[in-house]
């Protein structure tokens, strides 16, 4: 585990996309693992800027996200489906065959499991993985208790998530309440996994995560046995390590 801190939530997304920027010169058909939420949208936006000076090349890129609400059509703003689309795809040369979602539209839970644990086998496994954390330590929909050893998986979201993600909906009451989400043993199997946090809202977290013991009870804690991850921090994110 390597941590890199940085001075901002700037620095932090330039030097994140400075990781992902390498791993797509050093293998250009790589498979990226990718998330959405607040934290990584600095991160898309240097990687947009790169490739309007012609600096990254995504068209041999796949990608594959972490997770999608379930029961939420695409088209819904607030979709994962969407904010992929608005903060990077429909900005970058990315080829739409080679974009990858859970279908939040399939409601057949095992089915869609299923195909999506298919769907990362046949591109071959996820090159890097990018992670955000939440502030109960879930990764993914991963929540606390979660086990280890999951593949894809719909899961029931906590209070705590729909309450932290009720900032992007008019409403609480229209957070969905479940997610199809790919599972730790999904995110362990990624050759490289990246972490990214800011601000002080994170800082217990990212103590309790990799500064503590590793448990379910923290799911990102088990990114410590993982043998090539990098967390990038911004100073408020690192300032309790
Ligand atoms: C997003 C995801 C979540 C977020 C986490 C942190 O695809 O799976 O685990 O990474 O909730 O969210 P932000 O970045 O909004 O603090």
Not at 75 to 87: G, K, Q, V
Request: proline share 5%; glycine share 8%.
């Amino acid at each position: 585990m390597k941590i890199i801190r940085a001075k901002d939530y700037y620095d932090m997304s330039r030097k994140a996309a400075n990781i992902i920027s390498a791993q797509v010169i050093m293998k250009p058909n790589c498979v990226l693992g990718l998330a959405t939420g607040g934290t990584p949208v600095g991160i898309y936006k240097q990687l947009v800027e790169w490739y309007n000076k012609d600096d990254i090349d995504f068209s041999e890129v796949t990608t594959v996200n972490l997770d999608e609400y379930r029961g939420l059509p695409r088209e819904h703003p607030e979709s994962y489906w969407s904010f992929m689309h608005r903060n990077l795809f429909d900005l970058v040369n990315i080829r739409p065959e080679r974009i990858n979602l859970p279908d939040g539209t399939n409601l057949d839970a095992a089915a869609e499991c299923a195909r999506y644990d298919y769907v990362i086998q046949r591109v071959g496994g996820i090159d890097l993985q990018l992670l955000g954390i939440g502030h109960d330590g879930h990764i993914g929909f991963n929540e606390p208790g979660s086990a280890f050893e999951l593949g894809t998986h719909c899961v029931d979201l906590t209070e705590e998530t729909i309450e932290a993600n009720k900032r992007f909906f008019a409403s609480k009451e229209e957070v969905p309440r479940q997610a199809y989400t790919m599972g730790i043993k999904t995110i362990m199997q990624a050759r490289k996994v990246l972490l990214v946090a800011n601000g002080a809202g994170k800082a217990e977290i990212i103590k309790r995560a990799f500064f503590g013991p590793v448990t379910p009870e923290v799911p990102a804690s088990i990114l410590q046995m993982h043998p090539d991850c990098t967390i990038v921090l911004d100073a408020e994110a690192a300032s309790l390590i």
